[in-house]
């Protein structure tokens, strides 16, 4: 009810919507928990690296078909804790809030077929121009990415960091996105997940 921009009707129209976030990082999770949505997508608790979530979104049919194989533990960038580290097909899923491989595949089984397909919203974060060129011109009707710089393309949205409160402190794009995702004081987060950057 705190949420600016909150209104029953367009809460009501994402919670019947069965909405699935295909997101590069924490933000599905993350807004999913916040408004009390189920997870109608596997892209949650893990990252991609830019190019390969570009990869996966240019032919996401065919990766959702591809086994997950086990390739590494990775430490996280605090240096706090490790996580398993996945391979499909040709791109990696860093399962960043699992702590075996058997327990991130498991559920990346079962959400990929909650996947709706006829109402996706895509979401990722660029500091990089070409990236973002790559992103806006794939074939999504909704999609957003966080940039830190101003662009006019269709799909990019410029987190302006002197508005958030962690301003003074050395965070680096990903975690103002997510910062913006509990506290989406920069854009209506209803808007954004019915119809996309508005």
């Known amino acids: 009810l705190c949420l600016p921009g909150f209104s029953f009707d367009k809460y009501y129209a994402l919670k019947i919507s069965k909405l699935s976030i295909i997101s ?8 999913s928990h ?10 949650v608790n893990l990252f991609l690296t830019e190019k390969d979530f570009i990869k996966f979104l240019k032919d996401p049919l065919m ?3 591809e086994k997950l ?15 398993p ?3 499909m097909g040709d791109i990696e899923l860093h399962m960043n809030h699992y702590n075996t ?3 991130a595949t498991k559920k990346w089984y079962d959400r990929i077929k909650r996947i709706n397909w006829f109402n996706l919203c895509i979401q990722m974060y660029t500091d990089d121009p070409d990236i973002l060129e790559d992103f806006d011109n794939l074939p999504y009707g909704k999609k957003i990415c966080f940039t ?7 799909s990019a949205y410029y987190v302006n960091k002197e508005l958030c409160p962690w301003k003074d402190k050395k965070y680096d794009l990903s975690d103002y996105v997510i910062y913006h995702a509990l506290q989406p004081y ?5 808007d954004m997940l019915l119809y996309g950057k508005k």
């Open 186 to 190: 920069q854009y209506d987060i209803f």
């Open 24 to 31: 590069s990082h924490c933000f599905g999770g993350i807004v």
């Open 69 to 83: 194989f086990y390739v590494r533990r990775e430490m996280d960038k605090g240096g706090e804790f490790d996580f």
């Open 101 to 103: 491989f058997d327990e």
């Open 85 to 87: 580290v996945c391979k």
């Open 63 to 65: 990766y959702v078909d």
């Open 34 to 43: 916040l408004l009390g949505l189920k997870f109608y997508s596997p892209f």
């Open 148 to 154: 830190s710089f101003k662009s006019n393309l269709p």
